[in-house]
């Protein structure tokens, strides 16, 4: 029997014993003397993170290693388990050495790319995707070949990467949710006189983003309708190349010359970083919606001589149930430094998910909830309009920002989603947002510090305003 096998006796770990209040040192004890499979010290692992006994972790993960030293295969579990539990430097680091003794093991080397990207170590994730990619048995590797296009777009290799991104809709549990109208897919055909529908793509940013490339398939010559989640219908409708917005679930018949997924229209563009933003600013909201929240504004948080010159929003959390949240989104708590800073009226723009936690910051600071009171992105967008700034995380509302050409400052977690590319402090997608990002992946102290630093000069930037507002308040009061 292989060293990596598992064992069903009565002393193997269960993994329903997770669950358990304290199982996690409960389990160390007694798997420590007697390490009985790999299997149980990979039940361990997931035990001691799922029961936050993580510092007991590294004696695991130390004593695995010497144990399966020669085990490629076993290497492989280990590394995989330590990266679906989030512990990428002790994946990154058995993966490495697996392939000390198996160079050509496929797993291994996707499991050191996954690792170092979400490190956001992207260049060096790059050579072991690729690798990863190569050695893959043929017909099996559809994520990874997915993977490597995203390492590519973010690098900014745009030629390969979008040539590769279209295998993203071969996967099955893609596949089968997707709308596939009767009439012809657009495969890079001449536009001209053409009625094109173009078609909803992922999440409500993922489409905020690729709305843009309405305006080059107008100037190709086609008349474009839209097909888009229904809370984004209202700002569809705003841009001038649309003829007609349409909501999921509901599919047009037409009659159209050709259709195309949002996410398909780059590979046929030959879209280049040189030519972003393409259409910029390409949303806007409804003069009655701007109105309403000017009117808002002036009411709640008047912008007197003396105070409050600056009005920010800010958004800390994005939905749950996108991969990452856990590291893309953040503690309401964190931004507090943020709160303490003079002259500036803060605005909750958080709706749904992270709502919770805002009253104890509104009683302590000038923040005012406006989450409540949104109903889409209609309102949402006229209140980045109203306001002088966004902070968020990586969510809809920074796309929304940056397709208004609102001011929009976004805090990334290491790891880089492709549209973020690397090294970069800005975003070609978005000439009006800048990005802050971690240092290393989960700590997010360092990124607020530097917030809060480029917040202090932001605000001293109109410092004559700021000196004539204290003088004319000393005089006032004379």
């Known amino acids: 029997m292989s060293k990596s096998s598992t064992s069903n006796n009565d002393a193997s770990i269960n993994a329903e014993l997770i669950e358990t209040s304290g199982t996690g040192s409960y389990l160390f004890r007694a798997w420590t003397p007697n390490p009985a499979s790999l299997q149980d010290g990979l039940d361990l692992i997931v035990a001691l993170v799922k029961t936050e006994r993580e510092d007991k972790i590294d004696d695991v993960v130390e004593q695995l290693s010497s144990r399966y030293a020669n085990d490629a295969e076993a290497l492989r579990l280990i590394s995989g388990v330590l990266n679906e539990n989030f512990r990428y430097d002790d994946g990154l680091k058995i993966a490495k050495q697996g392939l000390s003794v198996d160079p050509d093991n496929h797993f ?41 296009s995203c390492v590519q777009l973010v690098l900014g290799n745009f030629d390969e990467g979008w040539k590769q991104h279209k295998i993203f809709y071969t996967y099955p549990s893609v596949s089968n949710q997707l709308i596939r109208p009767d009439f012809p897919e657009w495969n890079g055909e001449p536009l001209t006189g053409c009625r094109f529908l173009y078609a909803l793509h992922q999440g409500f940013g993922d489409q905020i983003q690729f709305l843009r490339f309405v305006e080059w398939l107008r100037q190709q ?12 219908a209202g700002i569809a409708a705003s841009m001038t190349g649309v003829r007609t917005v349409y909501t999921y679930p509901t599919v047009p018949n037409g009659p159209y010359e050709y259709w195309s997924y949002m996410m398909r229209i780059p590979e046929y563009m030959n879209l280049q970083i040189s030519m972003l933003p393409v259409a910029m600013p390409y949303l806007t909201t409804t003069q009655e919606r701007r109105k309403h929240w000017r009117t ?39 931004l507090r430094p943020l709160f303490a800073l003079p002259h500036i009226a803060w605005f909750s723009v958080q709706k749904g998910d992270g709502e919770e936690g805002r009253k104890s910051i509104a009683d302590e600071f000038d923040v005012h909830i406006l989450g409540p009171l949104i109903e889409d992105f209609t309102d949402t967008l006229a209140i980045l309009e109203t306001l002088d700034l966004l902070i968020t995380v990586d969510t809809s509302a920074a796309h929304l920002a940056g397709a208004a050409g609102q001011p929009v400052w976004v805090l990334q977690p290491a790891y880089s989603e492709w549209r973020w590319l690397v090294d970069r402090t800005d975003s070609p997608w978005y000439p009006s947002m800048r990005l802050f990002r971690q240092r290393r992946l989960g700590e997010w102290d360092a990124v607020v510090e530097d917030v809060r630093a480029a917040l202090q000069d932001w605000c001293n930037s109109d410092v004559s305003h700021r000196t004539d507002c204290r003088h004319g308040a000393r005089h006032g009061n004379a």
Request: hydrophobic residues 40%.
């Open 296 to 334: 808002y504004f002036e009411a709640t948080a008047p912008r007197t001589a003396c105070a409050n010159e600056r009005r920010v929003g800010f958004v800390w959390k994005g939905s749950p149930n996108t991969n990452n949240d856990r590291f893309r989104s953040m503690q309401l708590e964190m």
């Open 221 to 232: 010559g086609a008349t474009v309708d839209v097909l888009v989640d229904p809370p984004l």
């Open 108 to 148: 291994l080397h996707y499991n050191a790319a996954r690792a170092l990207w979400m490190c956001g170590l992207a260049q060096e994730c790059s050579s072991y995707a690729m690798q990863a990619a190569r050695l893959w048995p043929e017909n099996s590797g559809t994520s990874v070949q997915y993977f490597v």
